[in-house]
């Protein structure tokens, strides 16, 4: 089994990591609860598939809450639902919420947990990969709102992460891809050789390799911790750098109201391709680095360009403008300055990026 810590005065805790590690889960999913029931909060999706195994892990007696698949769970409306049955369960502070799904769940699940009784426990098990190697670690929980994605929300940690890579031979090959994109973005930002790592064995992960699987889950998530840990709720310039490719991305997503037409992940495959290019552009990143990452994201199906659907360059800044990294109106971009090498761009000259954003849908 793989341990990783994220190290945060007083609210420490570990990512455990290992192929059926789900069967012996109440081993792990302790607390102050004792023996009380636990509540498992999950979709129809991965209830169908695997809540039965989840449960049997779990060796107390367990409620269940079962929401519709889809971003679109994460709104006022399935809030309230969920709020209102986790208080009717009677579940306390230290009861154990378990988040049972992909990053829906577990966003909708921890903003949950942190307004429940001014903030209770919960427990991440992860069912994507990109809730494996993104979502389910550092603590930010949120909602959509009409005017934007994860604009109401809040930082609460869970207290413990359980990923089982085992969960991902039932994925869908198009979410398994979309969630490979939040992998190869550890590589991006910081971590040239990760990037190798990835350029060799992609097709191995997304082949339903355990091992490589295992092998990206461990390495993403230690890079997050890291980062987490030294910059728990983004008021230095490094958690942002975990947004790269995300406020373009954002913006697409937006256009393709956060539906099936882009999945997360492949609005940030996206949005990565559209930043070394950007960056490319201004002339403070090799080409050769833009034209390998791009086609790195092609091979491995994921698309780097802006989708038909979303070809409006205006439309696209009003959504960057709503960009949580905004200060006193100014955009922050992340940009880079080759493959590793990402850094946080303050107060972006958004006419210019209108205009790159302009030739990027003409061209
Ligand atoms: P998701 O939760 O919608 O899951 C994708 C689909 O896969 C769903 O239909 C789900 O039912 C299904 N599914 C889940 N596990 C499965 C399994 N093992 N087998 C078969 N089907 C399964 O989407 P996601 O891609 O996991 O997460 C996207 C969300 O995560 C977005 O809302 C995004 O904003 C959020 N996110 C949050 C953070 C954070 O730091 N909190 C980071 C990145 C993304
Ligand atoms: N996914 C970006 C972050 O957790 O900060």
């Given at each position: 089994m793989?341990?990783?810590d994220v190290?945060?005065?007083?609210?420490s805790?570990?990512?455990?990591?290992?192929?059926g590690?789900?069967?012996?889960?109440?081993?792990?999913i302790?607390?102050?609860g004792?023996?009380?029931?636990?509540?498992i909060?999950?979709?129809?999706?991965?209830?169908?598939?695997?809540?039965?195994?989840?449960?049997?892990?779990?060796n107390?007696?367990?409620?269940?809450?079962i929401?519709?698949?889809?971003?679109?769970?994460?709104?006022?409306?399935?809030?309230?639902?969920?709020v209102e049955?986790?208080?009717s369960?009677?579940v306390?502070r230290?009861?154990?919420?378990?988040?049972?799904?992909g990053?829906?769940?577990?966003?909708?699940?921890g903003f949950?947990?942190?307004?429940?009784?001014?903030?209770?426990?919960?427990v991440?098990?992860?069912?994507?990969?990109?809730?494996?190697?993104?979502?389910?670690?550092?603590?930010?929980t949120?909602i959509?709102?009409?005017?934007?994605?994860?604009?109401?929300?809040?930082f609460?940690?869970?207290s413990?992460?359980?990923?089982?890579?085992?969960f991902?031979a039932?994925?869908?090959?198009?979410?398994?891809?979309?969630g490979?994109a939040e992998?190869?973005?550890?590589?991006?930002?910081?971590?040239?050789?990760?990037?190798?790592?990835?350029?060799?064995?992609?097709?191995?992960?997304?082949?339903?390799?355990?091992?490589?699987?295992?092998?990206?889950?461990?390495?993403s998530?230690?890079?997050?911790?890291a980062?987490?840990?030294?910059?728990?709720?983004?008021t230095?310039?490094?958690?942002?750098?975990?947004?790269?490719?995300?406020?373009?991305?954002?913006?697409?997503?937006?256009?393709?109201?956060?539906?099936d037409?882009?999945?997360?992940?492949e609005?940030?495959?996206?949005?990565?391709a559209?930043?070394f290019?950007?960056?490319?552009?201004?002339g403070?990143?090799?080409?050769?680095?833009?034209?390998?990452v791009?086609?790195?994201?092609?091979v491995?199906?994921?698309s780097t360009?802006?989708?038909d659907f979303?070809?409006?360059?205006?439309?696209?800044?009003?959504h960057?403008r709503?960009d949580?990294?905004?200060?006193?109106?100014?955009?922050?971009l992340?940009?880079?300055?080759?493959?590793?090498?990402?850094f946080?761009?303050?107060?972006?000259?958004?006419?210019?990026?209108?205009?790159?954003?302009?030739?990027?849908i003409?061209?």
């Amino acid at each position: 089994m793989t341990r990783i810590d994220v190290a945060l005065a007083g609210r420490s805790y570990p990512i455990f990591i290992e192929s059926g590690i789900s069967a012996h889960a109440g081993m792990h999913i302790q607390g102050p609860g004792g023996d009380r029931p636990q509540v498992i909060v999950t979709d129809e999706t991965v209830a169908d598939l695997h809540l039965e195994k989840l449960r049997n892990g779990l060796n107390r007696a367990v409620e269940t809450i079962i929401l519709p698949p889809g971003e679109a769970t994460k709104n006022w409306t399935q809030l309230e639902t969920l709020v209102e049955r986790l208080l009717s369960f009677g579940v306390e502070r230290g009861d154990n919420i378990i988040a049972f799904g992909g990053g829906v769940i577990g966003d909708l699940t921890g903003f949950a947990a942190a307004i429940l009784r001014r903030g209770c426990r919960f427990v991440q098990v992860p069912t994507t990969l990109l809730a494996q190697v993104d979502s389910s670690v550092g603590g930010k929980t949120a909602i959509n709102s009409a005017a934007g994605k994860n604009l109401v929300g809040a930082f609460h940690q869970p207290s413990l992460v359980l990923i089982d890579p085992d969960f991902l031979a039932t994925l869908p090959s198009r979410h398994l891809r979309a969630g490979y994109a939040e992998v190869v973005k550890y590589g991006l930002i910081g971590d040239a050789d990760f990037f190798e790592w990835c350029d060799a064995h992609a097709a191995a992960l997304l082949a339903g390799e355990t091992d490589e699987q295992t092998h990206a889950i461990a390495a993403s998530c230690r890079a997050k911790a890291a980062v987490v840990a030294a910059d728990e709720r983004e008021t230095a310039d490094m958690r942002a750098l975990l947004n790269l490719g995300h406020t373009f991305g954002h913006a697409l997503e937006a256009e393709g109201a956060y539906s099936d037409r882009l999945l997360h992940g492949e609005a940030v495959a996206s949005g990565m391709a559209l930043a070394f290019r950007y960056s490319a552009r201004r002339g403070l990143c090799p080409a050769e680095d833009a034209g390998k990452v791009e086609r790195h994201l092609q091979v491995h199906g994921l698309s780097t360009r802006i989708p038909d659907f979303a070809a409006d360059p205006d439309r696209l800044i009003a959504h960057m403008r709503q960009d949580k990294k905004a200060v006193s109106g100014k955009v922050a971009l992340i940009l880079a300055r080759g493959i590793g090498r990402a850094f946080v761009a303050h107060d972006v000259d958004l006419e210019d990026v209108r205009s790159f954003l302009s030739e990027e849908i003409a061209g």
